[in-house]
């Protein structure tokens, strides 16, 4: 086992535990391709398939047999000398906490993670910085200690976890004819849009949809995020297709209202990712802890919107 690191030799225990790749990754907070992935790392380190087809499921060949206990013996002991003594309380943190996150979640998700640290661990220092090139060197340098969002590739050592799915809404002013009366697809169509492309796009996925059910939508305004799509629209009669939890918040801070939108989006995956050197760290178990709740309770708390 000399050519496999802690992370492959913890990523072994969990399949030759599992004996599945899906509940493996589920068990270390992994996407299945990144557990496919390392699976292949390790049966090269090994020169073994470790795990083999029989019938629907996955057996470990002799060689991983022989290897479990060891491995899981390893695991342990690491575990137990790597891990912490007495849990810091959040009281008693004192970090600066970086979290990677799009203007669309802030003003709801991290205004009340940051109302949240106030009044639990008033030490923590959170900072908030801006999407860019999503890049996973941030996270494996702890420039970024929390990335949430929609989670692209990043690596099979990156750590995910789920928050929930969110859908897309319409914001419009509350003075807006479009604020009135059901919002039907012809009146959705016929509207001018305000859209949120951090690289001045006109075009999105929407307009697909809306090609294909025979229309065509005219782009009046680009601006570079949400926010500033969120007050352009409050004081004009254009409308803005916006993820559904920055809906709610927007609607809360500006006189605009949410409408749901006309036509089938679908929903799109939410996430938190983060390095596993962070894995114990009592302030970024709080940090995690604390996304995960809020988000959840955003959840239970949603209205659904008026169509």
């Known amino acids: 086992m000399a050519d496999l690191d802690l992370n492959l030799l913890v990523a072994l225990d969990a399949l030759l535990r599992e004996?599945?790749?899906?509940?493996?990754?589920?068990?270390?907070?992994?996407?299945?391709p990144a557990m496919s992935r390392t699976l292949t790392r390790i049966r090269t380190a090994l020169g073994d398939p470790v795990l083999v087809r029989a019938g629907r499921g996955l057996v470990p060949t002799p060689r991983a047999l022989a290897l479990q206990e060891q491995v899981r013996a390893v695991v342990r002991e690491a575990t137990a000398l790597l891990a912490p003594g007495t849990p810091t309380p959040p009281a008693q943190l004192t970090r600066t906490l970086t979290v990677r996150v799009n203007d669309g979640i802030i003003p709801l998700l991290g205004a009340s993670l940051y109302?949240?640290?106030?009044?639990?661990?008033?030490?923590?220092?959170?900072?908030?910085?801006?999407?860019?090139?999503?890049?996973?060197?941030a996270l494996r340098d702890g420039d970024v200690d929390l990335d949430i969002g929609v989670q692209n590739a990043l690596g099979p050592e990156i750590r995910v976890q789920r928050l929930g799915e969110d859908t897309f809404a319409v914001l419009v002013a509350r003075t807006?004819?479009?604020?009135?009366?059901?919002?039907?697809?012809?009146?959705f169509a016929r509207a001018e849009y305000v859209v949120a492309s951090r690289r001045g796009?006109?075009?999105n996925p929407l307009d697909a949809?809306?090609?294909r059910r025979g229309h065509v939508r005219r782009v009046t305004g680009v601006v570079p995020n949400l926010l500033a799509a969120a007050a352009l629209v409050a004081r004009t009669q254009a409308i803005a297709v916006v993820p559904?939890?920055?809906a709610r918040s927007a609607a809360a801070l500006m006189p605009?209202?949410?409408?749901?939108?006309p036509l089938e989006t679908g929903s799109f995956v939410v996430a938190q990712a983060w390095h596993p050197r962070f894995d114990r760290d009592p302030a970024h178990v709080w940090l995690r802890r604390s996304v995960?709740?809020?988000?959840?309770?955003?959840?239970?708390?949603?209205r659904p919107v008026s169509p």
């Open 19 to 32: 004996g599945s790749v899906a509940r493996a990754a589920e068990r270390l907070h992994l996407s299945a």
């Open 115 to 137: 109302q949240r640290a106030r009044d639990e661990a008033p030490g923590l220092t959170l900072r908030f910085v801006a999407e860019g090139t999503e890049d996973v060197e």
């Open 176 to 187: 807006s004819p479009l604020a009135r009366g059901k919002l039907t697809l012809e009146r």
């Open 201 to 203: 796009m006109t075009r």
């Open 209 to 211: 949809l809306l090609e």
């Open 244 to 246: 559904s939890v920055f």
């Open 256 to 261: 605009l209202r949410v409408r749901a939108v």
């Open 292 to 302: 995960k709740t809020l988000w959840d309770e955003l959840v239970r708390d949603a």
